[in-house]
């Protein structure tokens, strides 16, 4: 195994202890803490008697997980994602940073408002379903609204603290370099089935379709042309897939623009 796949949590106390998930047993206990309820999940105990401890999830290219938080919330996490939190959460509050893509599934407490910090911007709930993409080294930051409500804070391109409560049905893209935010509704399940292990793209930039298949697959992507980048497609793909078949499927949308060697794709 190359050590860059596993999917890893560290502890934070007392110095750190990283733990190789991808090894564990199915149903085995982890520090007293938490399961391995399949090969995919990781699930905490509510009733744990931990003391404040900060955990960090490392998801790798190509995989996908899920968290059971000790709360009872649910976050998937897409390839490429880092999500730090804490084993126990306090008696007055939730939080938790992303870098990644999660779609989160909050459990309701008002007593403890749950909030996600990541770069850019910070979003606020007490219960809801809500997706966010928030890579560190893309321009944009989006959330996604699928039911209840989410407050969206940020700052503006005066660099005044800004707020938007957005609605069911709604996303935000957030550009983190001038502060402007967009603001629109959308087809939820465009931006949420990725953790079905369907990925769509609808009237969507090929730059961005392509690093979104380079985290899902592992592939190196040149752009020999920056006017391809600017190319839209719109498609369904479905993750059982191989790397193969899909590029198959996008050499016959751009006949003579794209040559596939292994794992790296030239677009001309």
């Not at 459990?107 to 910090?117: G, M, T, W």
């Not at 407050?151 to 707020?163: A, L, P």
């Not at 509704?185 to 979104?212: A, P």
Request: net charge negative; hydrophobic share 30%; with cysteine.
């Amino acid at each position: 195994k190359n050590p860059e796949n596993y999917i890893t949590v560290t502890r934070r106390i007392d110095g750190e202890k990283t733990i190789d998930l991808t090894s564990r047993a199915v149903n085995s206990d982890i520090e007293n803490l938490c399961t391995m309820v399949d090969n995919n999940t990781l699930m905490y105990y509510p009733d744990s008697k931990e003391k404040l401890s900060y955990h960090e999830i490392i998801v790798p290219e190509v995989k996908l997980f899920k968290v059971i938080l000790q709360d009872g919330s649910v976050v998937w996490l897409n390839s490429k994602s880092t999500l730090t939190y804490p084993a126990k959460f306090k008696a007055d509050s939730r939080r938790v940073t992303l870098d990644g893509e999660g779609y989160f599934d909050i459990r309701k407490d008002k007593s403890r408002p749950f909030v996600v910090n990541v770069t850019g911007m910070s979003i606020n709930v007490t219960g809801t379903q809500f997706n966010v993409k928030a890579y560190k080294e893309e321009d944009n930051v989006s959330a996604t609204l699928v039911d209840g409500k989410i407050s969206i804070g940020y700052k503006n391109e005066s660099g005044s603290e800004q707020e938007y409560k957005l609605k069911q049905g709604e996303q935000s893209v957030l550009d983190k370099e001038s502060g402007n935010i967009d603001v629109k509704e959308v087809n939820t399940s465009i931006y949420t089935s990725w953790k079905d292990g369907i990925y769509f793209f609808d009237k969507q930039r090929l730059e961005s379709i392509m690093n979104d298949l380079g985290r899902w697959y592992g592939l190196e992507v040149i752009f020999m042309d920056d006017n391809a980048k600017n190319r839209v497609l719109s498609g369904k793909l479905n993750r059982e897939e191989t790397p193969e078949e899909l590029l198959n499927t996008f050499a016959k949308l751009l006949p003579g623009h794209m040559k596939i060697e292994g794992k790296t794709v030239t677009i001309y």
